[in-house]
């Protein structure tokens, strides 16, 4: 976290403005969407998948996001159904935990998912980016 300190005084002096109004404030915290480059990553582990296997990326990508997301309620017609949750969705500390479970679970199907630090992970991009 960057600490500035005149970011940190405006902060006070706006707090100390509303409460002087008698007004409610509210703090968020802001996360980030998920990166294009986990995304990419994940598009990319799932063409290896497909090319390995025959399934198709989105029937795969349908496959993941069932077995490791929670599902969403919504009401339809006054009644509570549960579809999957959307990866666009995630922030980047839930989308990386996604794609670690994703991962993990390829591994014990024998398939190892090489990360982008990995020693042979260019290779592997190379060879499998041009079927995305």
């Known amino acids: 976290m960057i600490f500035n300190k005149n970011k940190r ?9 509303y409460f002087a ?3 409610k404030i ?3 915290v802001v996360k980030e969407k998920r990166s294009l480059d986990q995304n990419a990553l994940y598009w990319l582990w799932l063409t290896y998948i497909s090319q390995e296997t025959g399934n198709e990326k989105d029937d795969l990508h349908d ?5 490791f997301l929670p599902m969403d309620e919504v009401k339809v ?4 159904i549960y579809k999957k949750s959307s ?3 995630l922030d980047t500390a839930l989308f990386k935990q996604y794609l670690d479970k994703i991962q993990i679970f ?5 398939f190892e998912l090489p990360n982008p630090d990995d020693k042979h992970f260019e290779e592997f991009k190379e060879h ?3 079927y995305l």
């Open 87 to 89: 990866t666009t969705k």
């Open 106 to 110: 390829a591994s014990g199907e024998g």
């Open 9 to 17: 005084q405006e902060a006070i002096e706006l707090i100390d403005f």
């Open 63 to 67: 496959f993941f996001a069932k077995k």
């Open 26 to 28: 509210k703090i968020e």
């Open 77 to 80: 017609f006054g009644k509570i």
């Open 21 to 23: 109004k008698d007004k």
């Open 128 to 130: 499998y980016e041009k």
